[in-house]
């Protein structure tokens, strides 16, 4: 048999799979959304935002400050890991941030859910320490919950091929800055940030389409109304079966996610012309 | 170590390091609290009676944990073997043979990462439920062999390039068969590789949540399902330690794993 032959009959299976999976049920996901009652029509998106206009806000508006927040500790904790002086502080940081990479965002809706409450461990303890008495004590179980779950679970991913990017920085620039007297926040911002910007993009992105896809945080951490798409997509077909709404809600995150993506690739564009 | 001088710049180190260590294990320790809580209210900041009794009858017999646990790992072993089986093949073709349209093929793959995936899972189980997979095993296994091939094609692929051609060619030139040399030479060394992304394949199954919710619920029960409506009705200590017993296989790959996590390595996935 010729070997490009075979090769493609070694790839057909997963192919396959994906296609018929992933690619059909997507195209269908988009078909769907303009089907009225067996028409092309416009009517399922008009209904989306008429009912779900404050959710869509509320999404775009949460992943957005989630994304910036996961880049500035990202940022952070590599520059600390590139730039930190002491051995020991660095090795402790390094074992510290990963911990959460591995936890499934089910477990880190429900550790949230407990840890965040207005009975929760977070508040008990501020109140033990005597910053906050019974009264004060509030629930983050909001907008506040679905950020600071997203922030404690892609933080790590992010950093992790920050760091990496970092880490394999040619050096000399940096310890040549350091020699001439320039702190280092401003090697960071300065030096390193602008080299490794590429890959803390390709981390947001990905961070982007995964908090876009997440359903089991927005269901456990924040049921009442403005929620996340996501779960306006779910309650849509348990509900009412709706799945022509439910579509165009998935249109509506398709296109957000394109948005950012191509964003990033014309700007990758424009750097390698 | 310890010197008379105390290092200032420790204090801003610690408030910081101290910071971030109850900022990640804060949660996880209210989790582990909550699953040997017998009885916890507000205002005590811990719990006031510490015990096993929701662990006994979580994993009596009958009880809904040992059934999730029993299909998750049913789920989880089928999607690693038809994952691995797709991929390894598509993997070697990717790494090794001409491949027309290779460009494509890779664009193909790298698809479910670039989407949110809710809109996909709402019309699988839209279609599955024509063709009456909904609330099957084999619906689930599916789907997340759907989700898994991509990062197992991804790592097969990364596994194969990474051996040296001259083992294989002088395997060849002693007069093994193509495929005698696939299977004793090309595949042993490819096996760590493999074998990781088996792992990975069989942890991002049972983590797996929304194609479950949506293809398998309410017949088919994995642990997050169970995870789900047990914490939705607020019964915190039976989701806490089904949410443990999640976590233990997560962290425990994340121990073994810290040498394979190095950035070199994760920047050849995907090339």
């Known amino acids: 048999m010729p070997i490009p032959l075979l090769g493609l ?53 949460i992943i957005s ?97 920050l760091a990496g990017a970092m880490a394999s920085l040619d050096r000399s620039m940096i310890e040549s800055a350091r020699n001439l007297g320039a702190s280092r926040l401003r090697i960071l911002i300065e030096i390193i940030l602008p080299q490794v910007l590429p890959t803390l993009l390709v981390g947001l992105i990905l961070s982007f389409v995964t908090m876009m896809s997440v359903l089991s945080v927005p269901l456990m951490i ?41 964003v990033y690739l014309r700007q990758t564009m424009r750097e390698h012309r | 170590m310890r010197t008379t001088m105390i290092d200032l710049k420790w204090i801003p180190r610690a408030l910081g390091l101290g910071l971030l260590a109850f900022a990640i294990f804060g949660p996880l320790t209210n989790l582990v609290l909550w699953a040997v809580a017998e009885k916890w209210y507000f205002p005590h900041a811990l719990p006031l009676q510490y015990g096993f009794s929701y662990w006994v009858s979580v994993f009596s017999p009958r009880g809904n944990a040992t059934t999730s646990l029993t299909m998750s790992v049913i789920i989880a072993c089928l999607t690693v073997i038809f994952s691995i089986g797709l991929a390894v093949p598509a993997g070697y073709a990717l790494a090794r043979l001409k491949l027309p349209f290779r460009g494509a093929i890779l664009l193909v793959l790298l698809i479910p990462q670039a989407f949110p995936n809710l809109p996909v899972y709402v019309n699988i189980a839209r279609l599955f439920y024509q063709i009456g997979l909904n609330g099957t095993v084999v619906g689930v296994v599916l789907v997340h062999v759907t989700h898994g091939l991509v990062y197992a094609v991804w790592i097969a692929t990364a596994a194969f390039s990474a051996i040296d051609r001259e083992l294989e060619e002088a395997a060849r030139s002693m007069g093994a068969s193509a495929f005698r040399t696939f299977r004793d030479v090309t595949l042993p060394i490819a096996a760590p590789g493999l074998l990781a992304s088996a792992v990975f394949v069989f942890l991002e199954s049972l983590d797996e949540f929304t194609g479950t ?57 995907g090339r």
């Open chain 2, 213 to 269: 919710y949506f293809v398998g619920a309410p017949d088919i029960s994995t642990l997050p399902l169970l995870l789900y409506t047990a914490g939705s009705g607020g019964n915190y200590q039976i989701a806490s330690i089904t949410a443990l017993i999640l976590l233990v296989p997560s962290i425990a790959f994340m121990l073994v794993i810290e040498r394979f996590l190095r950035a070199d390595v994760l920047s050849k996935v």
């Open chain 1, 65 to 161: 400050l989630s994304a910036v927040l996961i880049a500035l500790l990202s940022i952070a904790i590599g520059g600390y890991l590139t730039l930190g002086s002491n051995p020991r502080a660095v090795a402790i940081l390094r074992w510290l941030y990963r911990w959460p990479l591995f936890v499934p965002f089910i477990v880190v809706g429900q550790i949230l859910r407990t840890f965040l409450a207005k009975n929760g461990l977070m508040n008990s303890m501020l109140m033990q320490l005597g910053i906050l008495t019974p009264m004060q004590t509030t629930s983050f179980l909001d907008w506040r919950g679905i950020v600071i779950a997203f922030v404690w679970k892609q933080t790590p991913f992010v950093t992790l091929l």
């Open chain 1, 222 to 262: 924040n049921a009442q109304s403005p929620t996340m798409i996501t779960a306006s997509m779910a309650f849509r077909i348990n509900a009412y079966g709706d799945y022509g709404v439910a579509n165009a809600l998935g249109v509506i995150s398709l296109l957000t996610t394109s948005l950012v993506a191509w």
């Open chain 1, 9 to 61: 009959l070694l790839v057909t299976p997963a192919l396959v799979i994906v296609l018929a999976l992933f690619v059909v049920p997507l195209v269908s996901s988009i078909t769907g959304a303009f089907a009225v009652d067996g028409k092309f029509g416009f009517a399922n998106f008009h209904k989306a935002f008429e009912l779900y206009s404050s959710d869509i806000v509320f999404t775009i508006v």
